[in-house]
């Protein structure tokens, strides 16, 4: 069994900052690349970043400069820090972290963005 659970939504103002965090527990020997998507309503889930064990990054186009993906990999842990916050960044963010093949998701956590 994996669990993944997301923290840290919310809502702030544009221009304003968030820190995600997102933490994998129970049978994650093999935890590798970790995640963060993101899905607004009416559209379809998307990439925001994500980053492999050894550190390697790799950002949607629309948060390159504004947000940054980490992880603790003693916590099983990833973080998104996002800033310069804009109203077209609201959406439910959900969190993935890959086990060997599978792919186990966090149950989501709102970030709300307001002009």
């Known amino acids: 069994q994996v669990e993944v659970v997301e923290s840290g939504g919310g809502l702030v103002q544009a221009g304003g900052s968030l820190r995600l965090s997102c933490a994998a527990s129970g049978s994650i020997l093999n935890l590798g690349l970790m995640g963060w998507y993101r899905q607004a309503p009416g559209k379809q889930r998307e990439l925001v970043a994500d980053?492999?064990?050894?550190?390697?990054?790799n950002y949607a186009d629309s948060v390159k400069g504004r947000f940054t993906i980490s992880r603790d990999n003693a916590k099983n842990t990833v973080y998104l820090q996002m800033n310069s916050l804009k109203p077209e960044d609201t959406a439910v963010y959900h969190c993935?972290?890959?086990?060997?093949?599978?792919?186990?998701w966090g149950q989501g956590t709102q970030v709300t963005v307001s002009s």
């Open positions: 993935d972290a890959r086990v060997g093949p599978y792919d186990y």
């Open positions: 980053i492999t064990r050894r550190g390697s990054t």
